[in-house]
């Protein structure tokens, strides 16, 4: 059974930073796309950072230029290093991660962590 398992979160004060962490376990054939998502109370989930398998990387406009999202290919990891955090940042992330489960598989399914609390105040 594969899972995402996220790390990092917490409470911060503005112009802060906060490292985000997702390791995908269990057992699997390969791992595509891994990225993060956000979603704020009343809000719909949206797309924060994401990295494919080839190592391009894609920002929400609101925080390129001061998040970065980083990953390692052995460890099955995904990390967002988050900086110059402000207070519409706070939301809960949710690592994402497109996972192919076996070698037969010609598919790419869908996973999703449970979700760590960012909160930026002061």
């Known amino acids: 059974q594969v899972r995402l398992v996220e790390s990092g979160g917490g409470l911060v004060q503005p112009g802060g930073s906060l490292r985000l962490s997702c390791a995908a376990s269990?057992?699997?054939?390969?791992?595509?796309?891994m990225g993060w998502y956000r979603q704020a109370p009343g809000k719909e989930r949206e797309l924060v950072a994401i990295?494919?398998?080839?190592?391009?990387?894609n920002y929400a406009d609101s925080v390129n230029g001061r998040f970065t999202i980083s990953r390692d290919f052995a460890k099955n990891t995904v990390y967002l290093q988050m900086n110059s955090l402000k207070s519409e940042d706070t939301a809960i992330y949710y690592c994402y991660a497109q996972i192919r489960a076996t070698l037969w598989d010609t598919t790419w399914s869908d996973y999703w962590g449970q979700g760590t609390q960012v909160t930026v105040s002061s």
């Open positions: 990295v494919t398998g080839a190592r391009n990387t």
């Open positions: 269990g057992s699997f054939f390969g791992v595509n796309l």
